[in-house]
Structure formats: structure tokens, C-alpha cells
């Protein structure tokens, strides 16, 4: 019988369930789950299986709110179906019910933790829904209120986007430093070390995060100690194999403080949203990526033949519509190996961006191109290029179509 639950427990069906849950996904589609686990309908075997392996497992204590209204979901579905509903979940509902009060459910600040699951499939060249070998958890605490006052402590699309590309591309980051811009919840420093704890190939040499609200760096530093990562907070000296979290304000950040950081790989994640922080961020960016001492501006005029095989350039531009946007932006092609060019900087090559973004606002976006243009930025599409694997395919709330990636470099003249 145990072998038989710990079979079902790894099934595709039951691990999107049970990751939806943990992840605090909408509870209409975890509902959603639980009926294609039940062939249709939510069986009191499926009951069970949420009861036992989804609540009683977890800790859902600090998630009541979320369980109420999962359970009341739940409830009314199988109600409405005819089914019976295990005491269980009832006895459960009503201890929801006198615990939780309706005005902190409409708090949308409220805090809750999520666990997200990247499923890794034994064979990345197929789709999601293939036999899953590995994942890899990341718990976060984070809030429900995406717009109000707790927005660097919420879970944004291209955060999970972005992570999946550096997970679906390690060798980008390997033996490299990172340094993320607007980390947020620090879901992508955790899976960068996350992922140098796992993968013996892939090293970083070191991450640092930062955020310019002390709130925000407070709650991200509780995230790297939820999931068993020791940070150094002191100091802005760059030290190797260490995960750093720092107060970096874009708008009062001086430029000889920026160039002590001297990063391999700028990574940011929903970071082009407001006009008036854009010409701050463009600044970073551009401290950042130009290097003074290195002399390459040759770099930017086609191969030399005087650098090996695996360290040539392979760029090149044209003009390309994000979809239906009207901007220019340039679109990588590259010849033989696709992913190539964008292995990032080694000995003698310039450090790179990779930005994640939606685009909601086209005239935003237009104004940080020509933001970036001013600063000698390149800015490149590479969503089509090098799009990473579906490794949250239970997230339903997340449209992975609506984001974009961008690679941006210093362009010498």
C-alpha cells in the first residue's frame, strides 16, 4: 500500500496537484488538479489523497487564509457534484472558519509561504508533461498584493521566467558573478545557489542581490534563510562562492561605488515598469556593463581570429517587432551552436544583462530603449533564441507567452 501512495504520489497528475497546492496556486486550479487526478470528479480517494498528502504533510498554519478559501472550493465542487465529502476537510473548513476572519482574507498584504517545485523532465527536447526526474524546491514568504505597497515582496512573472532560464542554462552562469538588480523575494539568488549546490559542473563565483527597500531586503534575507542559504550582509567587497545581500537604490547608487561590484552577469527581473526609475536603472546598467580597462572594442566589429573558437562572436542584428510592438530592438541569430554566443563573459570578454520583462506599457518600454541607446546599451530579444524549459507547468497563473528576455551589452563606438 505505501509503495503503491508513493507511486501515485510521483505521477504527473498528482505531482502538478500537490506543487499547485504547496504553491498556493488559485484554488480554482488546484480544484482543477484534483478533478484530473479523479478522472473527472474529486473521488473520495482523491479526497484522501489531498487530505493526507497535500494538508497534513505541510504546514499549513502560516497559510490559513489560503487554505480557507481553498477548502470552501473544494467543498462546493464536490457538493455540487454529488459526491460526500470527507469529515476530514469539513472538520478542517470549520477550524478555518473560526480561526480566520473574512477582513484578512481581503488583506492583500498579507503574507504566506509558497513553495515552488521545478519539475525537471528526464528528456528537455519534449513537453512539459513528460516523466519528471529531479525538482528542485524553493520556499519563499512573499505577499497576494501585487500593486499596493508590497510589490517587492510579490511574485512576478518574469521572476519565475527568469529562473527558469537560468536553470535551463547553467553553463551561462557557470563560474561567473551575478549580481541581480530589484531582487525582490530572491527567488532568482536562490536558484542560481540552489542550483551550485546540486550540479557539481556548475559553479558560480559569486551572487550578489540587491533592492532598494530596506522591507523588501529584510524579507528577502528570511527567504535565503528559509531555504538554508548563509548570506553576508556587510560590506560591498566581492567575495568568491558567497550569496550577498545588499541596499542598492538606484536613484542615489554613486558610480564608484557601482564599479567595486564588477559583475560577469547583470540579471534583473520586471524591473522596466516605472518612467520615473527608468533613467536611474539605465545608469546602473551602464555603469555596470562598460568596462574602462579592457580595451575590446573590436568585439563589437565581427571575430577575430586572434581569440579561440570558443570564445569568438557570433552576433549579429536586425531590425525585429517584439510581436505586435513597434520598437526596434536587436534579434539574435546565431550560426551553429544556438545557445553559443550567449555564453557569458570569459577571460578577455565584456560582462552582459539579462533582463526579463512584461511589457505592459509600449510607450515605457520605447522610453527605455532610447534610455539605453544614450548609454551605448544594446539591447537584444533572445525570447525566441534561447527559451527555457517549462519547469512550472502547474502554475497556471503564470503566462510565460507574455514574457520577454533581453540581453543587453555595452556598445562601443
Known amino acids: 500500500m505505501e509503495k503503491e501512495e508513493e507511486l501515485q504520489e510521483s505521477s504527473t497528475p498528482c505531482l502538478h496537484l500537490v506543487s499547485a497546492f504547496l504553491a498556493c496556486e488559485s484554488?480554482?486550479?488546484?480544484?482543477?488538479?484534483?478533478?484530473?487526478?479523479?478522472?473527472?470528479?474529486?473521488?473520495?480517494?482523491?479526497?484522501s489523497f489531498i487530505w493526507n498528502v497535500c494538508i497534513n504533510k505541510s504546514d499549513v498554519k502560516c497559510n490559513l487564509p489560503y487554505l480557507k478559501r481553498f477548502l470552501k472550493k473544494l467543498i462546493v465542487e464536490i457538493e455540487s457534484n454529488g459526491d460526500v465529502v470527507l469529515d476530514e476537510l469539513y472538520e478542517k473548513y470549520i477550524y478555518c472558519l473560526a480561526s480566520v476572519k473574512d477582513d484578512e482574507l481581503a488583506k492583500g498584504s498579507t503574507r504566506m509561504l509558497r513553495r515552488f517545485s521545478f519539475l525537471f523532465p528526464k528528456d528537455?527536447?519534449?513537453?512539459?508533461?513528460?516523466?519528471i526526474f529531479r525538482k528542485l524546491e524553493v520556499t519563499l514568504q512573499c505577499s497576494l498584493n501585487m500593486l499596493e505597497g508590497d510589490t517587492g515582496c510579490s511574485i512576478w512573472p518574469s521572476g519565475l521566467f527568469l529562473s527558469e532560464f537560468i536553470l535551463s542554462f547553467p553553463e551561462v552562469f557557470s563560474d561567473k558573478s551575478?549580481?541581480?538588480?530589484?531582487?525582490?523575494?530572491?527567488?532568482?539568488?536562490?536558484?542560481?545557489?540552489?542550483?551550485?549546490?546540486s550540479k557539481a559542473s556548475f559553479l558560480f563565483h559569486s551572487v550578489i542581490l540587491t533592492d532598494g527597500d530596506l522591507s523588501t531586503l529584510?524579507?528577502?534575507?528570511?527567504?535565503?534563510?528559509?531555504?538554508?542559504?548563509?548570506?553576508?550582509?556587510?560590506?560591498?567587497?566581492?567575495?568568491?562562492?558567497?550569496?550577498?545581500?545588499?541596499?542598492?537604490?538606484?536613484?542615489?547608487?554613486a558610480e564608484n561605488e557601482l564599479r567595486e561590484?564588477?559583475?560577469?552577469?547583470?540579471?534583473?527581473?520586471?524591473?522596466?515598469?516605472?518612467?520615473?526609475?527608468?533613467?536611474?536603472?539605465?545608469?546602473?546598467?551602464?555603469?555596470?556593463?562598460k568596462r574602462e580597462d579592457l580595451n575590446l572594442h573590436h568585439l563589437n566589429n565581427g571575430c577575430k581570429d586572434s581569440y579561440p573558437p570558443d570564445r569568438r562572436c557570433f552576433e549579429s542584428e536586425e531590425t525585429s517587432s517584439a510581436g505586435d510592438l513597434d520598437v526596434y530592438v536587436g534579434k539574435e541569430e546565431i550560426n551553429g551552436d544556438?545557445?553559443?554566443?550567449?555564453?557569458?563573459?570569459?577571460?578577455?570578454?565584456?560582462?552582459?544583462?539579462?533582463?526579463?520583462?512584461?511589457?505592459?506599457?509600449?510607450?515605457?518600454f520605447n522610453y527605455f530603449l532610447s534610455l539605453a541607446e544614450k548609454e551605448k546599451l544594446l539591447?537584444?530579444?533572445?525570447?525566441?533564441?534561447?527559451?527555457?524549459?517549462?519547469?512550472?507547468?502547474?502554475?497556471?497563473?503564470?503566462?510565460?507567452?507574455?514574457?520577454?528576455?533581453?540581453?543587453?551589452s555595452y556598445l562601443h563606438k
Not at 528537455?124 to 516523466?131: F, K, L
Not at 563573459?345 to 510607450?363: H, M
Request: contains cysteine; charged residues 15%.
Open 338 to 364: 544556438p545557445h553559443a554566443e550567449h555564453l557569458s563573459p570569459g577571460l578577455g570578454q565584456e560582462p552582459v544583462a539579462y533582463i526579463a520583462s512584461v511589457i505592459r506599457t509600449i510607450d515605457t
Open 379 to 408: 539591447v537584444s530579444d533572445i525570447t525566441e533564441t534561447m527559451r527555457p524549459l517549462d519547469l512550472l507547468p502547474y502554475v497556471k497563473s503564470y503566462q510565460r507567452s507574455n514574457v520577454r528576455m533581453f540581453k543587453i
Open 261 to 289: 561590484f564588477m559583475p560577469d552577469i547583470v540579471l534583473g527581473a520586471d524591473v522596466i515598469y516605472d518612467p520615473l526609475c527608468l533613467p536611474h536603472l539605465v545608469r546602473v546598467l551602464a555603469i555596470l556593463l
Open 27 to 47: 484554488p480554482d486550479f488546484v480544484v482543477s488538479f484534483a478533478r484530473d487526478f479523479g478522472g473527472g470528479s474529486i473521488t473520495e480517494r482523491v479526497q
Open 178 to 197: 551575478c549580481l541581480e538588480v530589484g531582487s525582490g523575494v530572491g527567488l532568482v539568488g536562490i536558484c542560481l545557489a540552489q542550483t551550485n549546490c
Open 218 to 253: 529584510a524579507n528577502m534575507k528570511l527567504n535565503l534563510e528559509l531555504n538554508q542559504l548563509a548570506t553576508d550582509m556587510l560590506g560591498h567587497t566581492q567575495k568568491s562562492n558567497t550569496l550577498q545581500c545588499l541596499y542598492l537604490p538606484w536613484e542615489s547608487a
Open 124 to 131: 528537455s527536447s519534449q513537453a512539459s508533461s513528460c516523466q
